[in-house]
């Protein structure tokens, strides 16, 4: 069927329909990944967007069961080039057509997809619709449309209710932003024991399952809306070892004074290139934000720059000082995207086991990391 995508600037492109027909309104944002269409559309941090591939062929691998970021699609809209309709792969159950339609989403084919993103970058990320609306009418949708805005997207897409997986190593408390399955996996291949919490958990809460460590996950929005998350946070500072990933990274900042804004078009795909600072060496990292760390908020007595972004020289990490507490705006859990910087995971078991130790020898923690 014949569909537009119009931006809010008046820009409209004509293409065609798959998923289901009908119009949505969302976020336009684009991202560079090659593959991982699939983990892309199930990840939470893209809750009330609409995601553009900037990969001309999408779908050609078609869905499979296992590379699900959480338990359906989480995006509003998806746009793409050229959509197959014939996937060749040997894990496929469906085609990326007929899973949209299952869940509801509308997606649109045919278009020019780099204009678009050249549009983005130039412009700014902006709102738009997908329509199959014959007689849509842009002029008359248009201050709805500027209006969109999504309300506390984290507390849409946070579980409900406290998830435990067994486990014999370190147990790790995990506050749900928006989590890709991905980062439990991740530590339950480490054999960790964990307690997955809804984000607006109480600190007493999460430190009354004596966890050895907190992790801070990913999530969608702009991460000064969270104000109760972020007091949560203070709480839990230099209580027990903490590692952040993406809005968990920005939620850490915000507790401790720093100050975030939104990137003009934001970081989304599977091959930005990030350089840890200590080791001097440069990783591809999987990343999806729009939002980063203003460097001179930092109060540079606590907390140092671990991580830069190559491209455009962001804050890509942090490390605390005083505090066992370490964050990182990309995914290194990836999925999609490689796993070079799966490291942290592992300097997040050295930073428990260190805690620990020293605990056990002197009652206090002495540092930073």
């Given amino acids: 069927m014949k569909a537009i995508l119009a931006l809010e600037d008046g820009t409209i492109f004509h293409g065609n329909s798959f998923g289901i027909d009908g119009e949505v309104i969302g976020e336009i944002v684009f991202n560079t990944g090659m ?24 779908g050609n691998y078609g869905i499979n069961l296992e590379d699900m970021e959480s338990s359906k699609p989480q995006v509003r809209g998806f746009i793409v ?15 990326l057509g007929a899973y949209l339609k299952k869940n509801n989403i509308i997606g649109i084919e045919g278009i020019d997809t780099r204009e678009l993103t050249r549009i983005l970058r130039d412009k700014g990320t902006m709102k738009g619709i997908i329509s199959t609306d014959v007689n849509f009418n842009f002029d008359a949708r248009v201050e709805e449309i500027k209006a969109y805005v999504t309300e506390m997207p984290v507390y849409q897409v946070t579980t409900r209710e406290v998830i435990h997986y067994e486990g014999s190593g370190f147990r790790v408390a995990l506050l749900d932003y928006g989590i890709k399955q991905n980062i439990i996996r991740s530590l339950l291949k480490r054999n ?6 809804p984000a607006w958990t109480k600190a007493e809460d999460i430190l009354a399952v004596n966890p050895d460590g907190i992790m801070l996950s990913n999530g969608p929005g702009d991460p000064k809306d969270c104000k109760d998350e ?51 060496l440069t990783y591809i990292t999987s990343q999806n934000h729009g939002y980063t760390i203003v460097e001179d908020s930092l109060d540079k007595n606590r907390m140092e720059v671990s991580h830069i ?28 995207g490689p796993a070079d910087t799966a490291y942290l995971f592992d300097e997040f078991m050295e930073l428990m086991k260190k805690f620990k130790n020293q605990l056990c020898q002197s009652g206090n923690w002495n540092g930073g990391i």
């Avoid at 939620?251 to 989304?268: E, I």
């Avoid at 942090?318 to 990309?330: A, C, E, L, N």
């Fill in 81 to 95: 080039r050229e959509l197959c309709s014939n996937p060749s792969n040997w894990r496929s159950v469906e085609t």
């Fill in 309 to 336: 972004n190559m491209n455009d020289g962001t804050i890509e990490g942090i490390r605390y000082k005083d505090m066992p507490v370490f964050t990182v705006q990309f995914h290194p859990e990836a999925s999609p």
């Fill in 230 to 280: 972020i007091n949560t946070i203070k709480q839990l500072m230099g209580k027990k070892p903490i590692f952040g990933i993406c809005l968990g990274h920005q939620l850490t900042a915000l507790a401790n004074n720093a100050d975030t804004t939104r990137l003009k078009y934001g970081h989304r795909g599977c091959n930005h290139p990030v350089k840890d600072i200590k080791k001097d």
């Fill in 192 to 197: 960790c024991e964990v307690y997955v919490f």
């Fill in 35 to 58: 593959t991982g269409y699939q983990e892309v559309l199930t990840d939470p941090s893209y809750c009330g967007q609409i995601v553009a591939m900037t990969y001309p062929l999408i």
